[in-house]
Nanobody, 121 residues
Framework: QVQLVESGGGLVQAGGSLRLSCAPSGSIFSISAMAWYRQAPGKQRELVARITPTGNTNYPDSVKGRFTISRDNAGNTVYLQMSSLKPEDTAVYSC???????????????WGQGTQVTVSS
């Protein structure tokens, strides 16, 4: 059973930085796109950053220039470097990975358990 293991959330003051990481546990065959989403209380979940297998990235305007998504050389771990954090960045951040468990299985979407990021003013 593949699970996505996240780490790196916490409490930080406005203007500070945090780095989130996410990697699948268990045996996998291949990984496609990897992304981070966030959901604040009372709001819809929104895409924060996305990276393709070739390294192309995209961000919403709300985080562009402040957040950077990357993946390790093996392509199995995804990171989200968050800088110049604002109170409005407070949310539960979840990673999202498209992967295949084996060459016999289809691509499937997996979600991490979510990690809390709180930015104090």
């Amino acid at each position: 059973q593949v699970q996505l293991v996240e780490s790196g959330g916490g409490l930080v003051q406005a203007g500070g930085s945090l780095r989130l990481s996410c990697a699948p546990s268990g045996s996998i065959f291949s990984i496609s796109a990897m992304a981070w989403y966030r959901q604040a209380p009372g709001k819809q979940r929104e895409l924060v950053a996305r990276i393709t297998p070739t390294g192309n990235t995209n961000y919403p305007d709300s985080v562009k220039g402040r957040f950077t998504i990357s993946r390790d050389n093996a392509g199995n771990t995804v990171y989200l470097q968050m800088s110049s954090l604002k109170p409005e960045d407070t949310a539960v951040y979840s990673c999202n990975v498209i992967l295949r468990v084996s060459f016999r299985t289809s691509w499937a979407e997996y979600w991490g358990q979510g990690t809390q990021v709180t930015v104090s003013s």
